[in-house]
């Protein structure tokens, strides 16, 4: 019977750490892409019909598409990371539960 109430207690343990480093994880998010920023146009080391402003809206265009991508993927990830981290937590107050009822009859109780 102890042998059984150390593993729960390592269930438990384990259960209370990955539902803590979840909680944690649900606060870390994917950085937005930044612009980068060009010289003066003309000042490149070749000659093209496609103007510096028509690559400049290109960019922009993508660094808003690609960062409402990173922001669904954030979100995602919270919602994600905060029901595991419930679930762990439920696994691990079961295991508490289960170790109870394990040790209950040394202990006189009755399940």
Do not use: C
Request: zero cysteines; charged letters at 15%; a neutral charge.
């Amino acid at each position: 019977m102890i042998v059984l109430f150390v593993v729960w207690l390592v269930f438990v343990a384990l259960f209370g750490y990955l539902g803590f480093r979840h909680w944690g994880l649900r606060h870390k998010d994917i950085p937005y892409v930044q612009m980068p920023e060009y010289g003066e146009p003309g000042t490149g080391g070749f000659q093209t019909d496609i103007t510096a402003g028509d690559v400049n809206q290109l960019v922009k265009d993508w660094v808003g598409r690609f960062n409402e991508y990173v922001d669904g993927y954030n979100r995602a990830s919270k919602q994600s990371n905060t029901i595991q981290a419930i679930g762990y937590w439920a696994a691990s107050f079961t295991a508490v539960i289960s170790a109870v009822v394990t040790l209950s009859p040394l202990w006189g109780w009755r399940a």
